[in-house]
């Protein structure tokens, strides 16, 4: 029995329905862990002691000491073991970083380390972790949030249109890029936001360059060619091997120390190259489309596409700057979430790495 035109239609509403029901919870989850990383970010104060502490044959050891941190301030070295903290054991990082969480701005406490086959007691005074620029972060997260409304509501409107959901996309990596910020908890939810954030600044470059090459649709473009389908997915090779280079630090981090921090520094170079050229690519396509568009509607788009083009990476360059203000500190995140790399501060070094490896669920 063949199903009449009135029960495909009303099959056709119905699953239009659910996949708006779904679109809309999707869209919902991500505004709350947006604001929630707002709520977070204002709320959560950490202190840290500058070390970076790692497991090592003869015990916790200090593979990295900042330079004018707390560390330094009280002596300790790269290379000293850590046996005690007031008197109370040290069998493992996590243990230095519990005993952190519950520190304060200006506690002092008693490491009890041996260097050279010596014990010593050095005094630690604990110092609070870098911020960075916060009102800019709330900001930046202002404008993701909004960003993110603008392409849900496109794609509400036109469902259909394959450029809106394309859209929808690069409206979705502006917004984790600038709204996800980890806050040094490095726990199940910040380490949410540590790989949004992560995930979202490698994908916006090719997403946006992929999206000014078939938008506004040009039907004699060479994308729309068979060769031209083929070597689009190009575009994100260099996002897939910068993730998966993050990916391997992390892992390797409780091992290497040394090669953690240092591919974090080369990632911390490339990300924003990255970023810059596949902007400057857009906005060359852009213009280019711009002068042989005659749709007052495409031509606004395209406009307004163009401004955020061009704003973006503006907004990396001072997210940049910001971060070589931290040479010297013991932080974590900068405005945008991304580790320090001197990989330095005593909890995403701590904790952080020895997470990846015993609670992969976060990840």
């Known amino acids: 029995m063949q199903p009449n035109g009135a029960t495909v239609s009303a099959l056709s509403q119905v699953t239009g329905w659910v996949r708006s029901l779904l679109s809309l919870t999707f869209v919902a989850t991500l505004l709350g862990l947006g604001l929630s990383n707002v709520a977070l970010r204002a709320t959560w104060n950490e202190v840290e002691d500058g070390i970076l502490w790692v497991t090592g044959p003869d015990g916790v050891t200090a593979a990295d000491v900042a330079p004018d941190g707390p560390g330094t301030e009280s002596g300790i070295r790269a290379g000293d073991v850590l046996l005690a903290i007031d008197g109370r054991p040290v069998q493992r990082p996590a243990d230095v970083v519990a005993t952190l969480h519950a520190g304060q701005n200006g506690t002092r406490l008693n490491y009890t380390v041996v260097r050279l086959g010596a014990r010593e007691v050095r005094q630690v005074r604990l110092a609070p972790l870098y911020r960075g620029n916060t009102p800019l972060y709330y900001v930046l997260a202002a404008v993701g949030i909004f960003t993110l409304i603008v392409g849900a509501a496109v794609r509400f409107r036109r469902p259909g249109d394959e450029a809106t959901l394309h859209f929808f996309w690069v409206c979705l990596a502006f917004f984790g890029a600038f709204t996800f910020s980890f806050n040094g908890r490095l726990d199940r939810l910040d380490w949410v936001f540590y790989w949004a954030d992560a995930v979202s600044i490698l994908l916006l470059p090719p997403l946006f360059l992929h999206f000014t090459l078939v938008f506004p649709e040009r039907p004699r473009s060479w994308v729309r060619s068979t060769m031209g389908q083929r070597l689009l997915p190009l575009l994100y090779l260099p996002a897939l091997g910068l993730g998966l280079l993050r990916v391997v630090a992390i892992a ?112």
């Open 252 to 363: 390797r981090a409780p091992v290497d120390a040394k090669f953690f921090t240092h591919v974090l520094g080369i990632l911390d170079r490339i990300d924003p190259l990255h970023l810059s050229i596949c902007m400057a690519a857009g906005l060359a396509v852009l213009v280019h489309a711009l002068s042989h568009v005659r749709s007052v509607t495409a031509r606004r788009q395209l406009r307004w596409i163009e401004r955020r083009d061009v704003i973006a990476p503006e907004i990396e360059r001072i997210r940049r700057r910001e971060l070589e203000k931290r040479r010297g500190h013991c932080v974590a995140p900068d405005d945008g979430g991304r580790v320090w790399r001197r990989g330095v501060d005593s909890h995403a070094q701590q904790a952080g790495p020895r997470r990846v490896v015993r609670a992969p669920a976060p990840e």
